[in-house]
């Protein structure tokens, strides 16, 4: 994909990832009912992209609609959620949706979601246009949360990260592994990362779970990540990123100490959840070395943000816990 959105690097700035100058992309009211819209997937589309978006409505009711975009930068988001119809099971019962990913693989895009079935478990979806989608399985139990698929399959087999928890506000969480042969069994549970210890890298102590798609690089698999800190003013969201092993991701070869991007804007600050930076997806152009992470600002809105993929992978290895 060599037109994913882009913004230079301003001169004052040294960071290795930049907020793009416009944020935020996406306002919280870009549809009639909504409350808010953030924590949202985009994927190239035809000639453009197709994205799944979080938009609580004004009951706060949480729910995923399909949108569309030349630019990926400028959206038309559906005005009515997405309807599932049956995939591979009958069972499509959804209490909510909320926090989607969307991701390409070999034959349809497959959207995971935290679905409301007795309490937050990962919903899994499909489609081959985003008009028509199919539920199929959940893949886990409750209670579980940031279920994210690996693009391409690991030793033959499916694999998604994603964060076992609790029903509530989870004051805690780890990354997990899991496999499957058919995008309905899952098994082969490993862990692949834990918060880390205060005094190294308090920003990702409390919890962490995995944002984006992972993306295959030289350097083992790319995955950005959000951690988070529990401070006397809540839970305060932040973005890292890590190198997984190729062929084993449940091992970590190198994480970020210091956090790529964390809330410091007003729109990241101050919200319906203040001080939330939050990745959902992400566009990449390795050709031309460019890294596009879409994110979700105070649990309100969507922002966009900046880096060289070369650049974020040498930090992660040079800035490694």
Not at 124 to 132: A, C, R
Not at 263 to 276: F, I, K, L, R, T
Request: proline residues 7%; aromatic residues 14%; hydrophobic residues 35%.
């Amino acid at each position: 994909m060599s037109t994913i959105p882009w913004q230079d690097r301003p001169e004052n700035s040294k960071d290795v990832m930049w907020r793009y100058s416009e944020n935020p992309i996406i306002d919280r009211y870009s549809i009639p009912s909504s409350n808010s819209i953030f924590n949202s997937a985009v994927v190239p589309f035809g000639d453009g992209y197709a994205g799944v978006f979080r938009c609580d409505n004004k009951a706060v009711q949480m729910n995923i609609f399909a949108g569309f975009s030349k630019d990926g930068i400028n959206w038309d988001i559906n005005h009515e959620p997405i309807e599932m119809k049956s995939g591979n099971t009958e069972m499509i019962e959804s209490a909510y949706k909320y926090d989607p990913r969307v991701v390409w693989i070999e034959d349809r895009y497959w959207i995971t979601w935290c679905n409301g079935y007795n309490g937050p478990t990962i919903g899994i979806g499909y489609t081959f246009d985003f008009k028509e989608f199919f539920q199929c399985e959940n893949a886990f139990l409750p209670f579980n949360r940031n279920g994210v698929l690996f693009p391409q399959k690991i030793n033959g087999k499916y694999a998604m990260l994603s964060r076992p928890s609790d029903n509530g506000h989870t004051p805690f969480g780890d990354i997990w592994i899991s496999y499957s042969p058919d995008m309905k069994y899952w098994g082969e549970h490993r862990l692949v990362m834990k918060p880390s210890p205060f005094e190294q890298s308090a920003w990702q102590c409390t919890k962490v779970g995995a944002g984006p798609i992972p993306i295959l690089t030289d350097e083992g698999w790319l995955m950005i990540y959000h951690g988070v800190i529990n401070t006397c003013n809540g839970f305060r969201y932040a973005m890292g990123s890590a190198l997984l092993d190729v062929d084993s991701p449940d091992q970590v070869k190198y994480r970020t100490q210091p956090y790529l991007l964390g809330p410091a804007e007003a729109y990241e600050m101050v919200g319906d959840v203040p001080n939330v930076v939050f990745p959902c997806a992400a566009l990449h152009d390795i050709e031309e070395d460019k890294l596009a992470v879409y994110y979700g600002a105070a649990d309100t809105h969507v922002a966009i943000a900046f880096g060289k993929l070369s650049e974020v992978i040498e930090f992660t290895k040079n800035n490694s816990l």
